[in-house]
């Protein structure tokens, strides 16, 4: 199963970037988790753009059709999503495959609840599925950890871990809300 993650950070330190690769480090032999590196060199969404499909935008589409789940962390700015996440999703409003796909938020600051809220708002605008038991808060902001200690720090590794494997099963039973929930889940 292919997860692809989206950061909404640039920041060559972001600690969004840095949650996400954590988890394709801690990502199963069964989960593949790649990080889509090209959000800061799509244009910014105009619609005119869309006939002719900019390259970067063909990489981007393409990424988000292969993909079987989307990942995304970003950070708040002004009590709003990054022009960085926005851009990226207003360019997949009209792109069919992205409707239904399963989608996991994660935040990795609790106070950043503007962002998380909105960001939530505009992925069911676009009839994205969010997966709320893989869509966790993990207090990061601050804690100034790198990709290796956030691995060995059983709490982080282990929540991280539970979201990949919560996407798994909502993949598996096609993102439907009803379905049984996940019980005894491994670790
Ligand atoms: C321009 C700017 C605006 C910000 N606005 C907020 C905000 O409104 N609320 C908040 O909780 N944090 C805010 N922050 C703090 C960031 O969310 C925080 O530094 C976060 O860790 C950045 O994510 P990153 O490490 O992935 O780049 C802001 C940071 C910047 C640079």
Redesign the pocket.
């Known amino acids: 199963m292919k997860i692809v993650g989206l950061?909404?950070?640039l920041?060559a330190?972001?600690?969004?970037?840095?949650l996400l690769r954590t988890a394709a480090s801690l990502a199963p032999a069964n989960i593949e988790v790649s990080i889509f590196k090209g959000l800061g060199e799509l244009p910014l969404f105009n619609p005119d753009l869309e006939a002719r499909q900019p390259a970067s935008v063909a990489t981007f589409f393409g990424a988000v059709a292969e993909a079987d789940a989307l990942l995304i962390?970003?950070?708040?700015?002004?009590?709003?999503v990054t022009g960085t996440i926005k851009n990226a999703l207003d360019w997949l409003v009209g792109f069919q495959p992205f409707a239904s796909k399963c989608v996991a938020v994660v935040n990795?600051?609790p106070?950043?609840r503007?962002?998380d809220e909105a960001l939530r708002e505009t992925l069911k605008t676009m009839a994205a599925l969010i997966v709320e038991p893989a869509s966790i808060s993990i207090p990061?902001?601050g804690a100034g950890l790198d990709e290796s200690m956030m691995l060995s720090t059983p709490a982080i590794a282990t929540a991280i871990l539970r979201s990949l494997r919560a996407i798994q099963h909502a993949v598996a039973s096609r993102c439907d809300p009803s379905a049984a929930p996940l019980i005894g889940m491994p670790t």
């Open positions: 950061s909404g950070s920041r330190a972001s600690i969004n970037s840095r962390a970003s950070p708040e700015y002004a009590h709003g990795t600051s106070r950043a503007h962002a990061l902001l």
